[in-house]
């Protein structure tokens, strides 16, 4: 099992049903957060009870469409964090971020436009979150001569970043990787849809022989690495559907994977 | 009006009031001593934006001249503004040092010497003096203030949280872009943004002493830090967490794991310097940029395996020196290396009150940095004092750090202009006694001066 499974195979779910990722398909995720890393050993450093993973939120990616290789397509993706002030607390605030996407279906998932949305809200029965109050932020992108411009506020001037390579993101790279239309090669990573993370590389990983539920699975392995940002292990079965996308704390963890 | 005041039935302009007036009411249960409201008219004082990370060092910045890491952002920032080499937090962990912060006192006096003790009740916090003065004050991201509400402090909060910065940071720098863009216009803003990495570093070792995942990178690891091979004569907390870290990860660790350790920790520090670029970004595009006062820095650094440490708590360097940067466009000088003056996390709450044109509450122990920032003369301190886990004392001047501990018979005491690496401990060699003995007296002049909370005294002389 590959090192990037540490904190959560336990975590991994076992699917039955057939998956065709060339066809329309939704997939949801469920986010593991690991906290109290030091409950996890004694004192001699043996490990002594599971690590404390939460859930701490959900990532939709729903595709309506077949994707032809190189052709234009769309993702609609829901991507929700909750927040708890405390680790025993209960999540107080939700972070919700809305988007549309047009991309290319090519080797990366190529970013194309974009419409998204930025949401904070409290989670009743905290009460003193002033943002329930505002609406939606808005963001757009939109990638063209090697630059990509994002834009935000109404009469502030937008965001614009040189780009070296291809534009990606999580969600399109998602696709990409489960599409089977992966190669290896260096991405420029809008981050969130946002943050601009330039010069990662994507490359393969051995694959991983995983128990999953009772199941012997063959994981094939893609990861995203490079300057600012810390690994991103995106793990796929033999169907290939993506189990897991795994950073060093936080987890994204397949909970339903369906063709529309 | 009360505290349990039902949020949920106030429109957005009233909620403003509201929340000025239940900052009013909760401050004036901690002091009388309040400062007088802002003087009629539009009020055009300056912005200040407190942009604090976690556990980044001072030497984890490619500015301070790292090599492995690349800040662009925390560098850009420095370059526009004052850039202090010589800052040191109250404090090295988290809840002490933002405890001394935002009430401008020492970890002693408001009852946090460690983690999630709960702040004395009757100091008053930067939130609230801010608040009263007629600043719109926001929380955004970390607060990690135990005992003390945010809603006591901040009249506008999107989020309290306490995550992981690997996917929470993204939401924090765009809640500042949020806030700005929805702010009230008519008072100038008190903004504390709290990016969480790259302190969860402190998760990486359950895994480090296997390979480097990425054989085609190994290139980019770290070798070992110039002062992984120390002197040990060490006060024996510091012995005792050192065998703490050896027993529970590093024994076996090669140089591999040492470099996977702080390979990862600087991508932590890059991830989090792309979102204070996108901060900066986010104020340099509105048009609050010219009249914002920016102020970068971290609560405590990280080991990062120099003298074989990792984490925090401790008074090296690594652990306890931290980015203190400081811009102000057209009243600030811009690319000011400051190599000169000794600088403290207590310092914030001051110089806030200073910009903000408000008297600080009495009995701060910092000092305004606007008299240093904007080239005035002025008399500045000849020590600086830090606290550790209650019982340790760290204290600075010009040329020396002298470090003691409750309860240990070992002192230590660095040359920190000809032994910057802090390598070898002086404080037993009989030709430095006069100078341990002058800064251990300074330790106790300002010991007696604080007004201390009651701190339990197994955390005062802790069993070694």
């Known amino acids: 099992m590959h090192q990037s499974f540490d904190l959560y195979p336990g975590y991994l779910r076992h699917f039955d049903e057939a998956f065709d990722p060339a066809k329309p398909y939704r997939i949801e995720y469920e986010i593991h957060a690991q906290r109290n890393y030091k409950k996890w050993r004694d004192e001699n450093g043996k490990q002594i009870v599971e690590p404390q993973v939460r859930s701490e939120g959900s990532l939709v990616i729903e595709r309506a469409t077949s994707a032809k290789p190189g052709q234009p397509c769309q993702l609609k993706v ?16 939700k972070q919700i971020l809305r988007a549309d996407i047009d991309y290319t279906a090519d080797a990366i998932g190529s970013l194309n436009k974009w419409n998204m949305t930025y949401h904070s809200i409290p989670i009743p029965p905290v009460k003193f979150y002033k943002f329930e109050e505002l609406p939606p932020f808005a963001k757009t992108g939109l990638v063209g001569g090697n630059r990509v411009i994002i834009t935000g506020a109404e009469g502030t001037p937008p965001a ?11 969600y399109t790279l998602m696709d990409a990787v489960q599409s089977g239309r992966i190669k290896t090669g260096h991405v420029d990573y809008l981050d969130d849809l946002t943050m601009f993370r330039p010069g990662l590389e994507v490359c393969t990983l051995p694959d991983s022989e995983n128990e999953i539920e009772g199941h012997q699975h063959i994981m094939k392995g893609h990861a995203l690495v490079g300057p600012a ?8 079965d033999e169907q290939s559907r993506i189990h897991a996308v795994i950073g060093r704390n936080v987890a994204y963890v397949l909970t339903k994977a369906v063709n529309l | 009006m009360s505290e349990s005041f039902d949020f949920n039935s106030l429109d957005r302009r009233n909620f403003l009031k509201a929340g000025s007036a239940l900052s009013l009411s ?30 980044l060092s001072h030497l984890a910045v490619s500015a301070h001249g790292n090599p492995y890491v690349k800040t662009p952002n925390i560098d850009r920032l420095a370059k526009r503004g004052v850039d202090f080499s010589r800052s040191y937090t109250p404090d090295p962990i988290c809840c002490p040092a933002r405890s001394a912060w935002c009430t401008g006192r020492y970890s002693s006096e408001t009852n946090v010497v460690v983690n999630n003790r709960t702040i004395r009740k009757d100091l008053p916090d930067y939130g609230q003096w801010l608040g009263k003065s007629g600043y719109q004050t926001v929380h955004i991201g970390k607060w990690h203030v135990p005992g003390r509400m945010l809603k006591e402090s901040f009249q506008l909060v999107p989020h309290n949280s306490h995550p992981q ?9 765009m809640s500042f872009e949020a806030f700005l863009a929805n702010r009230d216009r008519n008072r100038p803003f008190f903004a504390q943004v709290g990016l969480m990495n790259p302190h969860d570093c402190g998760n990486v070792p359950r895994s480090s002493k296997l390979p480097f995942p990425f054989p085609h990178l190994k290139d980019q690891l770290p070798p070992f830090p110039p002062n992984f091979e120390y002197d040990p004569r060490e006060p024996e907390q510091f012995k005792k967490m050192f065998n703490g870290l050896r027993h529970a990860f590093t024994r076996e660790w090669t140089e591999e794991n040492w470099g996977h350790y702080q390979w990862i920790y600087y991508r932590m520090v890059e991830m989090v310097d792309v979102n204070v670029g996108y901060i900066l970004d986010t104020l340099e595009r509105s048009p609050d940029f010219e009249n914002t006062l920016v102020v970068l820095t971290s609560d405590h650094g990280e080991g990062k395996g120099y003298h074989h440490m990792l984490f925090k708590d401790n008074f090296y360097d690594e652990s306890s ?7 102000f466009p057209g009243k600030v000088p811009e690319g000011v290396h400051d190599e000169e003056h000794l600088v403290s996390g207590l310092d914030f709450f001051p110089t806030f009150c200073d910009y903000a044109e408000v008297e600080p509450p009495k009995d701060l122990r910092g000092l305004s940095l606007r008299p240093v920032l904007e080239q005035k003369e002025t008399e500045w301190r000849r020590y600086l004092l830090s606290q550790s886990r209650a019982s340790g004392r760290m204290i600075l001047d010009e040329r020396y750090k002298f470090v003691r501990y409750n309860g240990s018979p070992t002192t230590q005491l660095f040359d920190m202009i000809d032994d910057p690496l802090e390598t070898k401990n002086l404080a037993p060699e009989a030709a430095y006694a006069d100078v341990c003995q ?20 197994s955390l005062l002389y802790p069993k070694v």
């Open chain 2, 26 to 55: 909760t401050f004036f249960k901690f002091s009388e001593a309040a400062p007088s409201a802002c003087c009629p008219g539009p009020d055009t004082r300056p912005n200040i934006l407190f942009l604090n990370l976690d556990q």
């Open chain 2, 321 to 327: 020196r931290v980015p203190t940067i400081v811009a």
């Open chain 1, 78 to 93: 829901e991507h929700v964090r909750a927040w708890r002030t405390w680790t025993d607390a209960e999540p107080a605030v």
């Open chain 2, 165 to 173: 910065g690997e996917y929470s940071d993204n939401l924090v720098a």
């Open chain 1, 160 to 170: 614009i970043h040189e780009l070296g390579h291809a534009p990606t993101s999580l």
């Open chain 2, 438 to 457: 002058r800064l251990a007296d300074e330790i106790d002049r300002v010991e007696s001066t604080l007004d201390n909370a009651d701190i339990p005294k």
């Open chain 1, 229 to 236: 940002l810390l690994p991103q292990y995106i793990w796929q």
